[in-house]
């Protein structure tokens, strides 16, 4: 009876920590990372003299980096934030709203986004694990640059 015991309490753990290994866990953002984005991105602005903010974003939206360039508006703070904000909330680029909204569909900005070029998910693999978003220069530059920190990743 006490090995028949032992063998069900086995064959229970088995059977728990089975689908608990075949989960696959998502590469967490960390600082390092950030900052690797974060420079590549800088270093593209740089290459064309434009300054921008660039902000980097975790997987909760939670703000990991945040660089300034020297001469670029106070205003593009916030506008680089609410350019990740909305790439890590949605999944999505935020040109993806920027061409909804060209394309006549206004209602999308009743969702609070920032529906303009400039931001961009990080994924791993199918999980998005943090965001980047850029402002200062137009949004498709914006864009070029919140590319190019990305391909640092």
Do not use: Y
Not at 26 to 50: G, K, T
Not at 107 to 114: D, K, M, W, Y
Not at 116 to 123: A, F, Q, S, Y
């Amino acid at each position: 009876m006490k090995h028949f015991f032992s063998t069900i309490c086995l064959a229970l753990v088995f059977l728990v920590s089975v689908p608990a290994m075949a989960q696959q866990t998502a590469r967490v953002l960390n600082l390092e990372d950030a900052q690797r984005i974060s420079d590549a991105a800088e270093a593209r602005a740089r290459q064309d003299n434009w300054n921008v903010v660039i902000a980097v974003l975790d997987a909760g939206g939670h703000l990991i980096a945040l660089r300034r360039m020297d001469g670029t508006q106070i205003g593009s703070v916030d506008v680089a934030m609410q350019k990740a904000s909305t790439a890590v909330k949605f999944k999505r680029p935020t040109k993806v709203f920027e061409d909804g909204v060209k394309s006549g569909n206004v209602h999308i900005l009743s969702l609070g986004i920032a529906a303009v070029e400039g931001g961009l998910p990080i994924r791993d693999g199918d999980q998005v694990i943090g965001s980047i978003g850029v402002s200062g220069v137009t949004s498709a530059q914006d864009g070029i640059i919140a590319a190019a920190g990305l391909e640092a990743f």
